[in-house]
């Protein structure tokens, strides 16, 4: 495993040259959030010469689903699995996943890992069978019990069951998911964040397939996040080793706070496994 670490020195010159083989980088939002997360980074990699993908999962961004009547994790991911469903069988994606979205890059790679040229993991829950354990809650699931009460539920099954979606409410979003991040993306994210489907997120029980530690995976760890944490980052890369990690001064949210240090190391994972 190699660990790389990124100071923000150098950084235009440790930009991999755009190559001719146009690389097709695939986005992931985590809960609650949607393609719009990732218009900063968009706009630098199409701009770059990259074919760029972001997907809305079920309910999420302007999915119009109910996210309370998502109540597995093969529902939510529906959308990925039908775009990598109709991809051609000669082309292959590098799967970005942030946060909860990576559970969707892992559900992925066991699925179709001859389409997958990569998967890099960006404060995101890396566990290789999804939520086992109690212990895999508490290493890939957000605890955000020193804010306090922060959570707004949704109970479509009935309060007598648990709960089946989830958001931040308001007053403690920019505190706990964009502390680092300009004061307009988070305003924008104030507007734009719906509620997730935890009880599908949860449940998530991930089947490896056939080829799938063939593909390279990188992890890029956000090391000021409060909603997944450092120590939880940490304790997932350890027990499911990635080729190379690197680590970003960013909270949960770099897309909004370190836009260019992401592209930056999303380019450079990409040219160290000949992806770009």
């Excluded at 890059?105 to 069978?129: H, S």
């Amino acid at each position: 495993m190699v660990i790389a670490s990124e100071d923000g020195k150098g950084l235009v010159m440790g930009i991999p040259p755009f190559s001719s083989r146009a690389a097709h980088f695939v986005l992931l939002h985590g809960i609650g959030g949607g393609a719009w997360c990732w218009y900063k980074l968009r706009c630098l990699m199409e701009s770059s010469g990259y074919k760029v993908t972001c997907i809305d999962l079920k309910s999420a961004g302007i999915d119009p689903s109910d996210p309370d009547s998502i109540l597995s994790f093969d529902q939510y991911n529906q959308p990925l699995v039908d775009f990598l469903s109709h991809l051609p069988q000669d082309q292959k994606v590098i799967l970005v996943g942030h946060s909860a979205g990576g559970l969707s890059v892992t559900d992925a790679i066991y699925k179709f890992p001859k389409k997958i040229g990569m998967a890099i993991y960006i404060g995101a829950t890396m566990l290789r069978w999804g939520f086992q354990t109690d212990q895999d809650i508490k290493d890939g699931a957000p605890d955000l019990s020193e804010f306090g009460d922060v959570y707004e539920f949704g109970y479509g099954l009935g309060r007598d069951h648990p709960p089946t979606s989830a958001i931040i409410k308001k007053e403690y979003q920019r505190k706990i998911i964009y502390h680092m991040s300009p004061q307009e993306d988070s305003t924008l994210a104030l507007m734009l964040l719906k509620p997730g489907p935890l009880l599908a997120l949860l449940g998530a029980r991930l089947i490896e397939g056939i080829g799938a530690d063939d593909i390279t995976r990188v992890y890029i760890k956000t090391m000021h996040d409060q909603v997944i944490k450092p120590q939880q980052q940490e304790a997932m890369i350890q027990k499911w080793p990635p080729s190379t990690v690197y680590t970003l001064e960013s909270d949960h949210s770099p897309f909004f706070s370190s836009p260019f240090m992401l592209f930056t190391l999303l380019l450079k994972a990409a040219a160290s496994a000949n992806c770009i």
